[in-house]
Nanobody, 122 residues
Framework: QVQLVESGGGLVHTGGSLRLSCAASERTFSIKAMAWFRQAPGKEREFVAGIGWSGTSYADSVKGRFTISRDNAQNSAYLQMNSLKPEDTAVYYC?????????????????WGQGTQVTVSS
């Protein structure tokens, strides 16, 4: 069982930046892709960004502002968030899957972190 632990959330003003980190509890070669999802109050969880062997994928709402990266040696993933907006306020979740490919559906992912709160004030 892989455990994912997110960190780096917090409170920032509009236009600010945050960097989220996601660390796997152990080194494992079973992780083929990692992604970030988010859930705002009263809304469903949505795909934000994903990274796999073939590249990266972003939701249109964050393209050009967010960058996902991965440290394969550490089985960690990161989400650099710039030019933050109040609508980016949400709990951000890290997820991983054992199958190659970045998929935007929640049910494609095998492991999830507990989430980290990001709040952007106007």
């Amino acid at each position: 069982q892989v455990q994912l632990v997110e960190s780096g959330g917090g409170l920032v003003h509009t236009g600010g930046s945050l960097r989220l980190s996601c660390a796997a509890s152990e080194r494992t070669f079973s992780i083929k892709a990692m992604a970030w999802f988010r859930q705002a109050p009263g809304k469903e969880r949505e795909f934000v960004a994903g990274i796999g062997w073939s590249g990266t994928s972003y939701a249109d709402s964050v393209k050009g502002r967010f960058t996902i990266s991965r440290d394969n040696a550490q089985n960690s993933a990161y989400l650099q968030m710039n030019s933050l907006k109040p609508e980016d306020t949400a709990v951000y979740y890290c997820a991983s899957r054992k199958v190659i490919g970045v998929i935007r559906r929640e049910d494609a992912y095998d492991y999830w972190g507990q989430g980290t709160q990001v709040t952007v004030s106007s």
